[in-house]
């Protein structure tokens, strides 16, 4: 059964940027060492301000943006390492993987994916958490697809 078919556990609306970031930060306690978020929604769907929020909530203050020159970012000094990609920027699943995906996912931190859908073998079956952003009239609705263990 696709994902799509499945019924959501839990939909909320954020009505502006900061309300998104608000959202995820308080997620962010629920994060552990190994976890993969794998993040889906159109073109400025809020994918970025969603793993802003969880950023923020594991300590990194400084500014967040997504990958541009290199396929994956990645960030320290906070509760946990993490990596931070976006897969819009990827030609292929092997590209992705030459950044040393799999190494990431074992350094045991947080992997945070935008344009999951694109590469979706790539994500380990146990320990993915997916979310979907989408855009609404009035902000943007989290939805969330499968839940913290
Ligand atoms: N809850 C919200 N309500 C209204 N606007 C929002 C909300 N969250 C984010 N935005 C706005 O949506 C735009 C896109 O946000 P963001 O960059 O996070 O999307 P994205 O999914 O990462 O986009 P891309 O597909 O380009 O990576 C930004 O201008 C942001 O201010
Ligand atoms: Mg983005």
Known sequence: MSKQEQKPLNRTLTRSPEALIQFSKELASKLTPGVVIALKGEL???KTHFAKGLLKGLGYEGDVTSPTFTLVNEYHGGELPVFHYDFYRSESME???ETGWDDFLERK???IVEWADLFPRL????GT????????????E????????
Do not use: D, N
């Open 123 to 126: 994500f380990p079956e146990v």
């Open 44 to 46: 400025g769907a809020g």
């Open 95 to 97: 590209e992705v993987e």
């Open 142 to 149: 989290v939805i969330e697809w499968s839940a913290f263990s």
């Open 129 to 140: 958490i997916y979310f979907e952003l989408r855009h609404h009239p009035e902000g943007r």
């Open 109 to 111: 931190g947080v992997t």
